[in-house]
């Protein structure tokens, strides 16, 4: 995969597309671990963002709680123990888990992988932190 009109197409054939921009995708992702457990949910948004005005990236961003929600250090902590990819950005009012990808010669593995990674995170951490599925 080379161009983001390559990537968004195969998003859109992969995915649960809940919002489509010209350079921005909101997917919905699904977790359910065991049938006797409520399914859970989270919203990705996938971004192309150009740098320097010539080199194409893909963000992939989640959030997975409020800032005056949870205690920001400890979450920080967290992160830098248990998780492989992303970082953690405060976005507005909303902590988010973030990670970006060149998408020159991008392949499929090399986007699909950190999206699982990035969401089943951000998923764990928001169950941790709220108790809760809102994002």
């Known amino acids: 995969m080379t161009?983001?009109?390559d990537?968004?197409?195969f998003i859109r054939q992969q995915y649960k597309v809940v919002r489509d921009e010209p350079d921005e995708l909101r997917i919905r992702i699904r977790f359910q671990s065991d049938p006797e457990e409520e399914e859970r949910t989270q919203i990705?948004?996938?971004a192309r963002e150009v740098l320097d005005r010539r080199d194409?990236?893909?963000q992939i961003a989640t959030p997975f709680a409020r800032v005056d929600e949870?205690?920001?250090?400890g979450v920080l902590a967290e992160v830098g123990h248990t998780t492989v990819v992303g970082g953690v950005v405060v976005m507005?009012?909303?902590l988010v888990l973030r990670h970006s990808l060149p998408?020159?010669?991008?392949d499929i593995n090399e986007f699909v992988d950190p999206l699982a990674l990035v969401t089943s995170s951000a998923e764990l951490l928001e169950e941790q932190l709220t108790g809760?599925?809102?994002y």
């Open 103 to 106: 998408l020159a010669n991008l």
């Open 44 to 46: 990705v948004v996938i």
């Open 56 to 58: 194409e990236w893909i």
């Open 92 to 94: 507005g009012e909303y």
């Open 7 to 9: 990537l968004a197409t």
């Open 70 to 73: 949870v205690d920001v250090v």
């Open 132 to 134: 809760r599925d809102d």
């Open 3 to 5: 161009s983001w009109r």
